[in-house]
């Protein structure tokens, strides 16, 4: 059964740091490039960061770019993806959602997905 579990969501204060995890299962998710979108109320789902399945190539918005920091684990049968968030502001409230695809791409067309987890950044 694929699974993809996020975590470490909650609400933190303009200036504050969260760590998102997900925990992907079911499948070889080492070989699979990774990704963690956000989706805010009233607005479409975004990448936010990408990481390839070796880590050696990543992405960001530019809107994180110098605040967040994406990273895995492929060490384990069960491959761990990370997003630390420093310095977080208002703007990047969302439900962040983790996804893998085979390719590594900057759409929204990735082939497996989590329930997302909630961030809240307060004034």
């Known amino acids: 059964q694929v699974q993809l579990v996020e975590s470490g969501g909650g609400l933190v204060q303009t200036g504050g740091s969260l760590r998102l995890s997900c925990a992907a299962s079911?499948?070889?998710?080492?070989?699979?490039?990774m990704a963690w979108f956000r989706q805010a109320p009233g607005k479409e789902r975004e990448s936010v960061a990408v990481?390839?399945?070796?880590?050696?190539?990543?992405?960001?918005v530019d809107s994180v770019k110098g605040r967040f920091t994406i990273s895995r684990d492929n060490a384990k049968n069960t491959v761990t993806v990370y997003l630390q968030m420093n310095s977080l502001k208002p703007e990047d409230t969302a439900v962040y959602y983790c996804?893998?695809?085979?390719?590594?791409?900057?759409?929204?067309?990735?082939?497996?997905w989590g329930q997302g987890t909630q961030v809240t950044v307060s004034s």
């Open positions: 996804a893998a695809n085979l390719r590594f791409r900057l759409d929204s067309q990735w082939d497996y």
């Open positions: 079911g499948l070889t998710f080492r070989t699979y490039a």
């Open positions: 990481i390839s399945y070796g880590g050696a190539t990543t992405y960001y």
